[in-house]
């Protein structure tokens, strides 16, 4: 994927606006169309017959008739391949997209260009014999900084060029997100070759640092500065004491937008920027297996109507901020970008006791994490930062022997020992490894 941010002017945007409109109206329906399908019910109508449904209905609709049938057409084809990667890709069955939220359409590029097939040899039809013409987007460099693109019903539409080259791709998507809109060419790009150096990692991500190298490095996801913070509580306040309904109300909750978007666009460049080091330096590269769905689920807390102080007494609160933290480390999409960069070259090391193990002499003891920084272990008296002891356990592949069996046998329980049982004891784990 390369990804450039556009600039159109206000007429072109106003267009693409529509387009985006038409998109999400003919994505819905899908959408909708599949959500009547029941298991004794014929099969939903797939792309071919939806094409068809789309002429129909266009021609009945005016507005839908008046944006260009490509876009809408494009749509289908999008919520087609969703629909068959629903398993596959991670995003589940398509859903609905929602107005100033998912706005987006994708567009097949207007140009034509013989195909190949993949001995360089030019494809032919099986049954005429003639070349088979496939499509390619219409891009023109204007100057070192600039370039256009053709998006049907706009005419040339300027991109900021932040990449040597000009994109080679069959189609382009096309997004407005927090008042700004990107360009994105559907091209797979190459990864990222292994030094071969045979050098391993391990990172040890964290609240506190987002990032611990097993190098000794510490590397920080940017977050917004106090300032900003403190400019989105303003704004925050101002938009709550706004009349319901009031213009006031919505500027102020669009200024609270654009600072919190500029600290998702700080977390995703250094996201990149990072997995992109990571994949150049390093052959393999070792993170803790985390899941980050469970660690992140909202703290659970028994109804109590008689006490009205239960949100702070349960800790949710306290909870939902450390969910906040977490998720503001990008730990997620750290993980799968440098997997995208150097496929076959991330491994994810089985998280228990990473923290707790000496890494230089394999002693697992709770007792020898001091304090949320500092480790020092109570065999060999090693000391180190908690988190760089972590990394250079994970870059070992090294977590911990498994947790004891507290059953006797099956379905028999022993009863507990000790004060705490939710970290292993010395007594029964605190065998060196080696
Ligand atoms: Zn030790």
Same mark, same amino acid.
């Given at each position: 994927?390369?990804?450039?941010?556009?600039?159109?002017?206000?007429?072109?945007?106003?267009?693409?606006?529509?387009?985006?409109?038409?998109?999400?109206?003919?994505?819905?329906?899908?959408?909708?169309?599949?959500?009547?399908?029941?298991?004794?019910?014929?099969?939903?109508?797939?792309?071919?017959?939806?094409?068809?449904?789309?002429?129909?209905?266009?021609?009945?609709?005016?507005?839908?008739?008046?944006?260009?049938?490509?876009?809408?057409?494009?749509?289908?084809?999008?919520?087609?391949?969703?629909?068959?990667?629903?398993?596959?890709?991670?995003?589940?069955?398509?859903?609905?997209?929602?107005?100033?939220?998912?706005?987006?359409?994708?567009?097949?590029?207007?140009?034509?260009?013989?195909?190949?097939?993949?001995?360089?040899?030019?494809?032919?039809?099986?049954?005429?014999?003639?070349?088979?013409?496939?499509?390619?987007?219409?891009?023109?460099?204007? %100057?070192?900084?600039?370039?256009?693109?053709?998006?049907?019903?706009?005419?040339?539409?300027?991109?900021?060029?932040?990449?040597?080259?000009?994109?080679?791709?069959?189609?382009?998507?096309?997004?407005?997100? %927090?008042?700004?809109? +990107?360009?994105?060419?559907?091209?797979?790009?190459?990864?990222?070759?292994?030094? &071969?150096?045979?050098?391993?990692?391990?990172?040890?991500?964290?609240? %506190?640092?987002?990032?611990?190298?097993?190098?000794?490095?510490?590397?920080?996801?940017?977050?917004?500065?106090?300032?900003?913070?403190?400019?989105?509580?303003? +704004?925050?306040?101002?938009?709550?004491?706004?009349?319901?309904?009031?213009?006031?109300?919505?500027?102020?909750?669009?200024?609270?937008?654009?600072?919190?978007?500029?600290?998702?666009?700080?977390?995703?460049?250094?996201?990149?920027?990072?997995?992109?080091?990571?994949?150049?330096?390093?052959?393999?590269?070792?993170?803790?297996?985390? %899941?980050?769905?469970?660690?992140?689920?909202?703290?659970?807390?028994?109804?109590?109507?008689?006490?009205?102080?239960?949100?702070?007494?349960?800790?949710?609160?306290?909870?939902?901020?450390?969910?906040?933290?977490?998720?503001?480390?990008?730990?997620?999409?750290?993980?799968?970008?440098?997997?995208?960069?150097?496929?076959?070259?991330?491994?994810?090391?089985?998280?228990?006791?990473?923290?707790?193990?000496?890494?230089?002499?394999?002693?697992?003891?709770?007792?020898?994490?001091?304090?949320?920084?500092?480790?020092?272990?109570?065999?060999?008296?090693?000391?180190?930062?908690?988190?760089?002891?972590?990394?250079?356990?994970?870059?070992?592949?090294? &977590?911990?022997?498994?947790?004891?069996?507290?059953?006797?046998?099956?379905?028999?329980?022993?009863?507990?020992?000790?004060?705490?049982?939710?970290?292993?004891?010395?007594?029964?784990?605190?065998?060196?490894?080696?």
């Amino acid at each position: 994927m390369s990804r450039f941010r556009m600039y159109p002017s206000p007429a072109q945007a106003e267009r693409m606006l529509t387009h985006c409109a038409h998109a999400r109206y003919v994505w819905n329906l899908a959408v909708e169309q599949h959500s009547h399908w029941r298991r004794w019910r014929k099969c939903a109508p797939g792309f071919a017959e939806q094409c068809r449904q789309l002429t129909e209905a266009r021609r009945d609709n005016e507005w839908l008739g008046a944006g260009n049938v490509d876009v809408q057409q494009q749509a289908l084809n999008d919520f087609a391949k969703a629909k068959n990667a629903r398993f596959t890709s991670g995003f589940g069955e398509p859903t609905w997209r929602k107005k100033f939220r998912h706005e987006g359409f994708r567009v097949i590029g207007t140009g034509r260009v013989p195909e190949c097939n993949e001995d360089g040899s030019p494809k032919l039809n099986a049954q005429t014999g003639k070349q088979v013409m496939g499509r390619s987007v219409v891009v023109q460099k204007l %100057n070192r900084r600039w370039a256009q693109v053709k998006v049907p019903g706009c005419g040339w539409v300027r991109f900021r060029l932040t990449r040597v080259g000009l994109p080679d791709a069959k189609t382009f998507r096309v997004t407005f997100r %927090n008042g700004q809109w +990107h360009i994105a060419f559907a091209v797979v790009p190459e990864p990222i070759m292994a030094p &071969g150096t045979g050098e391993v990692i391990g990172i040890d991500r964290g609240v %506190n640092i987002t990032a611990a190298l097993s190098d000794g490095r510490k590397l920080n996801c940017p977050q917004l500065t106090t300032k900003e913070r403190a400019q989105i509580r303003k +704004h925050q306040r101002r938009a709550a004491r706004a009349p319901k309904g009031s213009p006031e109300k919505t500027a102020e909750y669009a200024k609270t937008a654009r600072l919190k978007a500029r600290e998702a666009d700080r977390r995703k460049d250094w996201c990149e920027k990072t997995s992109t080091m990571l994949a150049r330096s390093y052959d393999r590269v070792r993170f803790e297996k985390l %899941n980050i769905k469970t660690m992140t689920a909202k703290a659970k807390a028994k109804p109590d109507p008689d006490d009205p102080d239960q949100y702070l007494k349960n800790g949710r609160a306290a909870k939902a901020g450390l969910n906040r933290s977490i998720l503001a480390q990008g730990w997620g999409l750290l993980r799968q970008r440098t997997g995208d960069k150097a496929p076959g070259r991330v491994v994810d090391v089985p998280a228990p006791y990473t923290s707790l193990r000496c890494s230089a002499c394999g002693w697992i003891d709770k007792n020898s994490r001091k304090s949320q920084a500092e480790f020092v272990c109570s065999s060999c008296g090693f000391a180190c930062n908690a988190d760089t002891n972590a990394s250079i356990n994970i870059a070992a592949g090294q &977590g911990g022997i498994p947790r004891p069996r507290r059953t006797a046998g099956a379905g028999g329980t022993t009863p507990r020992k000790g004060s705490s049982v939710r970290e292993p004891q010395p007594n029964r784990v605190g065998i060196p490894l080696f």
